[in-house]
């Protein structure tokens, strides 16, 4: 599958409204991938992320395997190490942590990973990452060691994604983390579209349908949710086609 990100753009300019389901390797199980993708096939799910911050070697590569028998749905690797990355997907988040000032996560990490890449057929797609306060600690600061930026600073927050994307990222992901008590403010969301002339990607903290459609009417071109699902797969059932 190719032309992932043209498509989301002609997605945007035909108002439609995408939404990624998150998979993280370890916290899933390849045992369960027919059932739980049955289950986003049947909804209004576009996209599949996987990826996590602490996933051992080799799990990626096979659940993603197993998810492609499954799905004609996009396979978009959302990774948290260099290990995570595997041909078997369809496209790469190639992210970095331009909220946090952790060199190996700016670029560092990056520069490790281009020996695979190289032997992939991924599309790879440049993504300024910004985490966002969301009133706990999550596995992304924990694993990057870096802080998220405090929500009250947005400003600064709309400031970052545009030196995002001036420096040539094609999207800008506003993330609240893993197992967030709250999600990415509307306030935000809507200044930082108002800002940027590239897709605009929102997760973290989203837990129902009345979040999910505050981030779609401050401006989100993609919603992420991951943990609602991992939680209650009844979420599910609320957003059938």
């Known amino acids: 599958m190719k ?3 043209k498509n989301i753009k002609n997605s945007i300019l035909n108002h439609e ?3 990624a389901v998150l998979i993280d390797p370890d916290k899933f199980s390849v ?3 027919a059932r739980f993708i049955k289950k986003v096939n049947q909804s209004v799910a576009t996209h599949i992320f996987v990826g996590g911050s602490t996933v051992k070697d080799k799990v990626t590569e096979v659940l993603v395997s197993e998810i492609k028998t499954h799905t004609k749905r996009p396979i978009v690797l959302f990774p948290g190490a260099i290990s995570q990355i595997t041909n078997k997907a369809d496209a790469l988040l190639f992210l970095s942590l331009i909220s946090g000032r952790n060199p190996d996560y700016l670029i560092g990490k990056h520069v490790e990973s281009i020996s695979i890449i190289k032997t992939t057929n991924l599309e790879v797609i440049s993504t300024g990452y910004i985490l966002i306060e969301s009133g706990n600690e999550t596995a992304i600061e924990r694993v990057t060691q870096t802080q998220p930026m405090d929500k009250n600073t947005i400003q600064n927050i709309v400031n970052t994604a545009k030196a995002g994307e ?3 990222m094609k999207l800008i992901y506003l993330e609240a983390g893993s197992g967030a008590l709250n999600p990415v403010d509307s306030e935000i969301i809507l200044k930082v ?8 990607i929102v997760g973290g903290g989203i837990k129902n349908t009345q ?3 505050n981030a779609y009417s401050s401006g989100a071109d993609m919603v992420v949710i991951g943990t609602a699902f991992e939680e ?3 979420f599910f059932d609320k957003l059938r086609k």
């Open 3 to 5: 032309n992932i990100y």
């Open 17 to 19: 409204k995408l939404l």
């Open 31 to 33: 045992d369960d991938v």
């Open 166 to 168: 001036l420096l040539g």
């Open 193 to 200: 579209k108002n800002e940027i002339k590239i897709p605009l």
């Open 211 to 213: 979040q999910l459609e």
């Open 232 to 234: 209650d797969e009844t």
